[in-house]
């Protein structure tokens, strides 16, 4: 079965200091990725994905993230934090041998940034 | 372009009563997934339909139900509601059919159930 593990349910960083996420996965076959952001009260807003083109995907919002297979990782990172960054991130994937688009996340991780 | 737009933005029901949550996807968008949030078991899909048939469907009771209409209108039930039920549920739309290519999905804002 497919997982997601976000290490670290709550991530603090000053303005402009380096954002970084974690995330790992679990699939069995080379999968689609994804991260999502979620501001309180709000849907899943979806900041970048993963599917095979090139492991260093650019995202929305100045976040990028590196899909390493050897450590079945896709962590997101931005290299100065924004106030506004303050939000819960969502890491997913779906298998490429599923036969729908069902998302599993993970756990989501809560970034604050601080001034 | 509009977004996904889900109705109600809040509701309040009794347990024991029944509640339906309607979707509306992105124009030309067929591919419509239901997600429940929870804070204690985070994200959880409950189902996929497409061109009207549910094609996947996650590890609900039966009492969560879902169907989908020719304009890709998409509606989710939940009878005799428990308390557990409370929570954000949230609607995605993709323009792929399932299984084809990369499923990126466009959440709604959800709707917002709570279980008195």
């Known amino acids: 079965a497919q997982s997601v593990t976000q290490l670290g349910s709550h991530v603090s960083v000053s303005e402009g200091a380096l954002v970084l996420l974690r995330c790992n996965y679990s699939?069995?076959?080379?999968?689609?990725l994804f991260w999502y952001v979620q501001y309180p009260n709000q849907g899943l807003q979806l900041l970048l994905k993963?599917?095979?083109?090139?492991?260093l995907v650019k995202g929305i919002n100045g976040f990028e993230a590196e899909f390493k297979k050897s450590e079945t990782s896709f962590h997101l990172t931005k290299p100065s934090a924004h106030m506004s960054d303050a939000a819960e991130y969502f890491c997913?994937?779906?298998?490429?041998?599923?036969?729908?688009?069902?998302?599993?996340f993970g756990k989501g991780t809560t970034l604050s940034v601080s001034s | 372009k509009a977004g996904v737009t889900q109705t109600p933005r809040y509701l309040i029901k009794t347990r024991g009563q029944q509640v339906t949550l309607s979707c509306s996807p992105i124009?030309?968008?067929?591919?419509v997934s239901w997600y429940q949030q929870t804070p204690g078991q985070g994200l959880q899909f409950l189902f996929e339909?497409?061109?009207?048939?549910?094609?996947n469907k996650g590890n609900f009771p039966g009492r969560f139900s879902g169907r989908q209409f020719s304009n890709s209108r998409s509606e989710m039930n939940v009878s005799t509601l428990e308390l557990g039920d409370s929570a954000l549920y949230l609607c995605?739309?993709?323009?792929?059919?399932?299984?084809?290519?990369?499923?990126?999905?466009?959440f709604g804002q959800g709707t917002r159930l709570t279980v008195v």
């Open positions: 995605a739309s993709s323009l792929r059919p399932p299984g084809q290519g990369s499923p990126e999905a466009f």
């Open positions: 699939s069995s076959v080379p999968p689609y």
């Open positions: 993963y599917t095979s083109a090139a492991t």
């Open positions: 997913a994937v779906s298998d490429l041998g599923q036969a729908g688009t069902a998302l599993i």
């Open positions: 124009s030309g968008h067929r591919s």
């Open positions: 339909y497409f061109s009207e048939t549910q094609r």
